[in-house]
């Protein structure tokens, strides 16, 4: 089947009627490379499982609707910012259906804060989504970390659209100063009974020595559309320690680049998806190791149920002369239903001879051994799927590199997971 076209006519259209600030280049700018080179499609090897289609459909609409962006002042919003605020103690930065509201964030912080349009340097654009960000974005933040913090920065992306279809943007650039300790946690999430499309683009720029501790939850509405991308670069003897969580969603593409550019980079990453009935969701990750002594590992978890599918292409690249590379992937997945899909690809392009790889990949379902144990302890089926699946996730979910998450992650997969169990049984 032939994808759908984004119309770039409309596109057009929606980009002439936004504001005429410091953006405006950079928007006809991603304008013309859209037009020129379009979205991907699942000819393109990178997009062979996760169809753009349903993206698309709700981009073609919202742009033949005029493109208005979703008032953010309605009460049903402002109730559920409240309540994440309110459940991570964060110094929150909020985007809600494209729209930057800093009315949570203390500037006191010793953490500076731009936006886009205050600035005519122009933000990194070099693959379609991307593009289509950049064409569409009211606004973007500049965030400069320069010492360790009291609390965590947040960064709250939300959205909500109850007729129609709806598109949002969102574009946050960090860095982080030398020998800085910083915190940061990205959260998704959406409302509402329309059709929703969000598209995110982080950069994460840490300087050298310095220590990034990062956590994205991704909870958004059962049927929503999201693509993210994250693109980080850290410095000389520079440490990520990352950890992300996808529960919600209908289509979910995530892509995750990493550039290893300085010597003694170290970087941890790893990734739990929870998927049921109805759900897409595609990780993509990318580590290029461009010097040696570097390192990088990765480890994600997903847990499938009904009619789903999951993605998790992992790639390593070790070029010439990144001698004293350590690169290491590993992907797992647990199925609960014989209607769940997973595709795993992991990737290693290795070209220096003095390095340490390794990748592997599992997919199987419950060990029925396991489950007749626990039974013949008085556990019924349910009791019984439920205390494997948790202790399957529980390992990730203690990983998460940021404290003042952690006890919001662990009750949203507990619920996601009582979803999932419910829907085995």
């Not at 020129?36 to 753009?52: A, C, F, I, N």
């Not at 990062?214 to 059962?222: A, E, P, W």
């Not at 349910?382 to 979910?397: E, K, N, P, S």
């Amino acid at each position: 089947m032939k994808q759908v076209a984004l119309s770039i006519d409309d596109l057009r259209e929606a980009v002439l009627r936004m504001p005429d600030d410091a953006l405006m280049a950079t928007r006809e700018a991603a304008l013309a490379n859209l037009d020129e080179h379009g979205l991907p499609s699942v000819r393109d090897e990178d997009w062979k499982y996760t169809d753009l289609g349903p993206a698309i459909d709700i981009s073609n609409r919202w742009l033949a609707n005029g493109a208005t962006i979703t008032t953010t002042s309605n009460d049903l919003l402002a109730d559920a910012i409240a309540a994440i605020a309110g459940a991570i103690d964060a110094n929150w930065l909020i985007i809600a259906n494209g729209v930057i509201d800093t009315s949570r964030f203390d500037e006191s912080s010793g953490i500076e804060v731009q936006r886009f349009s205050e600035s005519a340097a122009p933000f990194v654009m070099d693959r379609p989504l991307a593009d289509l960000n950049a064409a569409l974005l009211n606004d973007g933040l500049r965030v400069q970390i320069h010492a360790a913090t009291e609390k965590p920065l947040g960064i709250l992306i939300i959205d909500e659209t109850n007729a129609g279809a709806a598109v949002s943007q969102a574009n946050v650039e960090i860095e982080i100063a030398p020998g800085c300790d910083a915190e940061v946690i990205e959260y998704q999430s959406s409302t509402g009974t329309g059709d929703h499309f969000g598209n995110s683009v982080i950069t994460l720029q840490i300087g050298q020595a310095a220590i990034a501790s990062y956590v994205r939850i991704q909870n958004r509405r059962i049927g929503h559309v999201q693509s993210g991308r994250l693109c980080a670069t850290p410095g000389r003897d520079a440490r990520l320690n990352m950890a992300s969580y996808d529960l919600g969603g209908g289509l979910v593409r995530n892509d995750v680049d990493i550039d290893l550019g300085e010597p003694g980079a170290d970087v941890v990453f790893n990734g739990l998806y929870l998927a049921g009935d109805g759900q897409h969701i595609d990780n993509h990750t990318r580590v290029d190791h461009r010097v040696g002594p570097a390192s990088s590992s990765q480890e994600y978890r997903g847990i499938l149920n009904g009619r789903c599918r999951c993605v998790w292409n992992g790639k390593a690249i070790v070029h010439a002369g990144a001698d004293g590379t350590d690169a290491n992937q590993a992907n797992h997945n647990l199925l609960l239903s014989e209607h769940a899909e997973i595709d795993a690809k992991p990737e290693l392009e290795i070209y220096a001879d003095d390095v340490k790889c390794s990748h592997g990949t599992t997919v199987g379902q419950l060990d029925e051994t396991a489950l007749f144990y626990l039974r013949t302890r008085g556990l019924d089926k349910r009791q019984a799927t439920q205390l494997l699946t948790h202790a399957f996730a529980a390992d990730l979910v203690g990983r998460a590199p940021v404290a003042a998450a952690i006890d919001e992650i662990t009750s949203l997969v507990e619920s996601r997971l009582a979803d999932l169990i419910q829907e085995e049984a």
